[in-house]
Nanobody
Framework: QVQLVESGGGLVQAGGSLRLACVASGRTFSGDGMGWFRQAPGKERQFVATINWNGVSTSYADSVKGRFTISRDNAKNTVYLQMNSLKPEDTAVYFC?????????????????WGQGTQVTVSS
């Protein structure tokens, strides 16, 4: 059974940092494009960051550029999202996603596998 399991969410004050991790199982993800998305209450799911299969190519939403960093460790089937200088508007459920094509994508429809999400809450 294919699974993506996110961890690392929590409550943090504005200006703080969190590191999210997404562990994949059930198949080999080393050749997949991976992405992070988020959804705040009452809002649509939005793109946050994406990385290609070997980590060379990344892309970020303008709202997180310069503050968030996506990375991956294919040996551990894990993708990370380092989040620094967090703001209250970053509060959302963060989802990890995988697509069986090694190219990164900013479009949620491009992803085949999704995790259940981890809550990130940033207090002011």
């Amino acid at each position: 059974q294919v699974q993506l399991v996110e961890s690392g969410g929590g409550l943090v004050q504005a200006g703080g940092s969190l590191r999210l991790a997404c562990v994949a199982s059930g198949r080999t993800f080393s050749g997949d494009g991976m992405g992070w998305f988020r959804q705040a209450p009452g809002k649509e799911r939005q793109f946050v960051a994406t990385i290609n299969w070997n980590g060379v190519s990344t892309s970020y939403a303008d709202s997180v550029k310069g503050r968030f960093t996506i990375s991956r460790d294919n040996a551990k089937n894990t993708v990370y999202l380092q989040m620094n200088s967090l703001k209250p508007e970053d509060t959302a459920v963060y989802f990890c996603a995988a697509r069986p094509i090694g190219v990164a994508s900013t479009k949620s429809i491009a992803y085949e596998y999704w995790g259940q999400g981890t809550q990130v809450t940033v207090s002011s």
